[in-house]
Every structure is written in structure tokens, then in C-alpha cells.
């Protein structure tokens, strides 16, 4: 009778031996051998270890969204064709002498010729900083961290823009914030570089 209210409700009864069945494989079975998870062993505090085992200092783990591959560009000229290579050297040129609007157009052609190279945007956000374009300055730098796929090197350069831009802007929080990821940044590559 049971199958066939089951039938009608529109379940299917399973046969008692096939549950049964089932049951006992998903509890482990009868003689309860199956660990299916454990815990690590604890280490035991005051044993000796073993001198023969050389054990490297352990990195710490790099800041969320870093890549950690090694070969990360650090300089523009890594990545950079001739032409923009020498409009990055005009930038910064121009930059030094306290021309920041001359920085500015060098660094805008330079984005017309590569306009993903997340090394013009970063020097971009310096001159816009430079001339207290700071919403400016802020916008350019975070577009320079999402093109640079976790390049710390670069992301460092960013956040101190994003920084300063945010404090100059009276964004206290945002300021502290972009301090805390730059901050965290500097350690993690202060901590081996690669």
C-alpha cells in the first residue's frame, strides 16, 4: 500500500534492502574504518628537531590581488616600445623641472601609441597630483592598478597617488585606507624580493 500512495503523491519508494543500503555506506558502514576527515597532529612543543631538515623561513603571503610570479616588470622600459620609453623619460623630465602640464601631454601621446601600459597611467596619476588635479590624479592610479594585473611594484607607486589625491581631497578614510594598502605593499616586498 505504501508504494502505491507513494506512486500517487509522485515519489518512488525506494526497495528496503537498496535504503538500507544506502544508509549504511553514508554512515560509514558497520565496522566504522572510513576516517573521512581528520585533523592535523598538533606539533609536540620541546621536541628536538632535525638538523638534517633545513627549513627555509617561511614568505609571507603577498597582499590580496598581488601576483606573486616572479618577473614582474618594475620599470616602464620593460614593457615599453622606443617611443613610448622616450615620452616616459620627457614625463619625467618635465615632471622634475615642475612643468607637470608638459608631463601630462607627453604621457597622453605616450597612451595613444600603448594605451594598456599601466606604467604611463601610474606616471599620468604623479602629474595630475602634480598639477592638485587630485579626482583626477585618484581616478588614473586606480585605472594603472587594474591594468597592471597585481604588478606590486606598480600598485605601490599607485596607492601612494591614491593617498596623497585622497588627503588633498579631505578624504580621511579613503587617505588611510589607500596608506594601509600601501603600507601593506611596501612590507610584502621588503619581506624578499623576487
Excluded at 87 to 112: I, K, T, V
Excluded at 151 to 179: F, H, K, M, P
Aim: charged residues 20%; aromatic residues 4%; contains cysteine.
Amino acid at each position: 500500500m505504501d508504494v502505491i500512495d507513494d506512486a500517487r503523491a509522485g515519489r518512488r519508494a525506494l526497495p528496503p534492502m537498496i535504503a538500507l543500503a544506502l544508509l549504511a555506506s553514508a554512515c560509514g558502514g558497520t565496522q566504522g574504518t572510513h576516517k573521512v576527515w581528520s585533523e592535523p597532529e598538533p606539533a609536540i612543543v620541546g621536541q628536538p628537531v632535525d638538523p638534517a631538515v633545513e627549513t627555509a623561513p617561511a614568505r609571507p603571503l603577498p597582499p590580496r590581488g598581488i601576483d606573486d610570479a616572479p618577473g614582474q616588470p618594475q620599470r616602464a622600459e620593460d614593457i615599453s616600445g622606443a617611443a613610448v620609453t622616450a615620452l616616459m623619460r620627457q614625463a619625467r623630465s618635465a615632471l622634475d623641472s615642475g612643468e607637470p602640464q608638459h608631463a601630462a601631454s607627453a604621457l597622453e601621446r605616450a597612451l595613444r601609441i600603448e594605451p594598456r601600459n599601466y606604467f604611463v597611467w601610474s606616471l599620468l596619476g604623479q602629474a595630475y597630483l602634480a598639477q592638485d588635479n587630485y579626482s583626477q590624479a585618484d581616478s588614473v592610479a586606480a585605472k594603472s592598478n587594474a591594468l597592471a594585473r597585481g604588478n606590486a611594484y606598480v600598485e605601490l607607486s599607485n596607492w601612494r597617488t591614491i593617498a596623497a589625491a585622497r588627503a588633498a581631497l579631505g578624504d580621511a578614510a579613503g587617505a588611510g585606507a589607500a596608506q594601509a594598502r600601501q603600507r601593506e605593499l611596501e612590507q610584502w616586498l621588503q619581506g624578499g624580493s623576487r
